[in-house]
């Protein structure tokens, strides 16, 4: 007996859930960029670029 459905058979649970994943995947991310910008945590934005910034908009 072959069945796709069987309490040890998880073809179907597994395909469901990378289908489901796969159509949450983008708005996710996107989500969770905006939320929480993990970039910003690998690449620190450089002190002297920040300080320049804040002094030339002083200046205007």
């Known amino acids: 007996d072959h069945q796709l ?4 058979n998880l073809t ?7 289908w489901i994943l796969g ?3 983008e708005p996710l991310m996107e989500l969770l960029n905006k ?3 993990w970039h910003k945590l690998l690449v620190p934005e450089p002190a002297d670029e920040s300080t320049e ?5 002083s200046q205007q």
């Open 12 to 18: 179907i649970p597994v395909i469901t859930a990378t």
């Open 23 to 25: 159509l949450l995947a």
């Open 35 to 37: 939320t929480m910008p």
């Open 53 to 57: 910034n804040s002094s030339e908009i």
């Open 5 to 8: 459905w069987t309490p040890q």
